[in-house]
């Protein structure tokens, strides 16, 4: 198994461009996870999904969008980029995380806005 | 808003020492809890997990342990290594609604040699 894939590795941005960060997992994950974790903070939760057709919103989701049409894929749009949008961002999944299951990450997207 | 503080954000300590992170949360339905590793430019990684029915659990030099009633946990690393150095992260289950996972900030180790 693949796990958890991302791309692109880095990218850089101009303001008030758009993009799509690619995740995708093969373990046949219910659960996946968008995080942005900015210099040497922690993990906040963007947006997240319990299963194909289904997101909601975490504790950050201003001026990102997601979908989830599959369930091995889960991107996240960013449109009208700023500097504010400027982190790491992973994705993750798990399976059940109330039945104590791991949650998986992956690589990470290195995000750079100017 | 749940909410979980994960304490000393920085901590270091000579090899061989031991090292304690702490934590605590506000959810009481919480009753999953794992520690994550992330090493420089990596992604975080599981080390180490505890669910609510237990107390205590260890896996060689690293063990963690819960108190249910208090609402804290902590990650005690013994006979610390230099590759131990890196940022852990704490996190509780967040029971209500979808099933998410909330993160401490963060705690630096550095292990001097």
């Known amino acids: 198994n693949a796990g958890v894939t991302q791309t692109p590795k880095f990218r850089i941005l101009k303001i008030g461009q758009s993009m799509t960060l690619q995740c995708a997992q093969d373990?046949?994950?219910?659960?996946m996870y968008w995080y942005r974790q900015d210099p040497g903070m922690g993990l906040k939760l963007i947006y997240y999904?319990?299963?194909?057709?289904?997101?909601d919103k975490g504790e950050v989701p201003n001026g990102y969008n997601v979908s989830r049409s599959t369930t091995e894929d889960f991107p996240l749009r960013l449109e009208l980029a700023a500097p504010s949008q400027t982190s790491v961002y992973f994705c993750?999944?798990?399976?059940?995380?109330?039945?104590?299951?791991?949650?998986?990450f992956g690589p990470g997207t290195r995000l750079t806005v100017t | 808003g749940e909410n979980v503080e994960q304490h000393p954000s920085t901590l270091s300590v000579q090899e061989g020492d031991s090292a304690v992170i702490k934590c605590t949360y506000s959810?009481?339905?919480?009753?999953?809890f794992p520690w994550y590793k992330q090493e420089l430019g990596k992604r975080p990684q599981l080390i180490i997990d505890i669910r609510s029915n237990v107390g205590e659990k260890k896996d060689q030099r690293i063990a963690v342990t819960l108190n249910k009633t208090a609402k804290h946990f902590s990650l005690h690393i013994t006979e610390t290594q230099p590759e131990d150095s890196a940022v852990y992260f704490c996190?509780?289950?967040?029971?209500?609604?979808?099933?998410?996972?909330?993160f401490g900030q963060g705690t630096r180790l550095t292990i001097n040699p």
């Open positions: 999904s319990v299963g194909a057709g289904i997101t």
């Open positions: 373990m046949n994950h219910n659960y």
């Open positions: 996190a509780a289950i967040i029971i209500q609604g979808a099933q998410k996972l909330v």
């Open positions: 959810d009481s339905a919480s009753n999953y």
């Open positions: 993750a999944s798990s399976y059940s995380l109330a039945g104590g299951r791991e949650q998986y």
